[in-house]
């Protein structure tokens, strides 16, 4: 009869909801509110520049039109405003450097919120934007702030070696590039601040930057510029990007 059919059909389709409601429960006993399960990630991270006037990555100025460079000042302020000293020390630790800042979890007991090392604006000195707050722009000294990707757990040097940035211009333009200044020196970005636990974690991680500061690169002609990440822990390259590990950008300073 109707009556039976629709009872059946009730308790097939409860049966069904129960069990999808018992398969989401088991899977999400599985998952990690603070690290994620699976990662599909390259073993490669990729690398930004700031300031990024666009998508296409080119820093194009006049040193006698202010207008034509203050944007780049104004971002790099806006950009490192969150490492400031005096906010770095109220939010984070002062770590041992050349090292690894380990804070595994102890079994079951999760190690959370995990702390972060300081990484202090005055590091990058001459590019810290404190005694020059032009960041060298109007003198045609420009200074450009990299970046490498999180990737949560990566170690990215090892026997004690942390990875460094290099910049050199692309062949073509290999003679204008002229001579650059590393902030903090050598480009180094410290063992300290690895690895990284993941935003909800590791709430005040703060990423460690590099400055490049151009000395006397070639006005009036754009120069192709790359930098990559050099370490003895991360391939370079990928086949997945091959930009992983790198940034390229074009920099061009008109002086009329």
């Known amino acids: 009869s109707a009556g039976l059919i629709f009872l059946f059909y009730v308790a097939f389709y409860t049966f069904l909801a129960g069990l999808f409601v018992l398969t989401m429960y088991v899977m999400l006993q599985t998952l ?4 994620p399960t699976r990662q599909d990630r390259l073993t490669t991270p990729g690398m930004v520049i700031r300031p990024k006037a666009d998508e296409t990555f080119e820093i194009v100025y006049t040193i006698q039109k202010t207008e034509s460079w203050d944007m780049y000042a104004q971002a ?3 950009f490192l405003g969150p490492y400031n000293n005096s906010l770095q020390v109220l939010k984070n630790d002062e770590c041992t450097p050349d090292q690894y800042f380990l804070q595994e979890d102890s079994g079951d007991v999760k190690n959370n ?3 972060s090392c300081q990484f202090n604006r005055t590091l990058l000195e001459e590019c810290s934007g404190i005694d020059d707050r032009y960041y060298g722009y109007q003198e045609g000294k420009p200074c450009i702030i990299i970046k490498m990707n999180r990737v949560i757990g990566m170690f990215p040097g090892k026997d004690g070696q942390a990875p460094f940035v290099t910049c050199a211009a692309k062949r073509e333009d290999s003679d204008k590039i002229g001579e650059l200044q590393y902030f903090p020196p050598n480009g180094t970005f410290n063992l300290m601040y690895y690895p990284y636990y993941g935003k ?8 460690p930057l590099v400055a ?18 050099n370490s003895n822990n991360i391939p370079t390259g990928h086949e ?3 930009f992983a590990g790198r940034v390229s950008f074009k920099l061009r300073i008109n002086t009329n």
């Open 200 to 207: 909800k974690a590791q709430v005040n991680y703060s990423q």
């Open 240 to 242: 997945r990007d091959k």
């Open 113 to 115: 919120p995990k702390r």
């Open 32 to 35: 990690d509110d603070h690290k």
């Open 76 to 78: 790099l302020d806006k």
């Open 212 to 229: 490049v500061k151009f000395l006397n690169i070639t006005t009036n002609e754009d120069v192709n510029i790359e930098c990559k990440i």
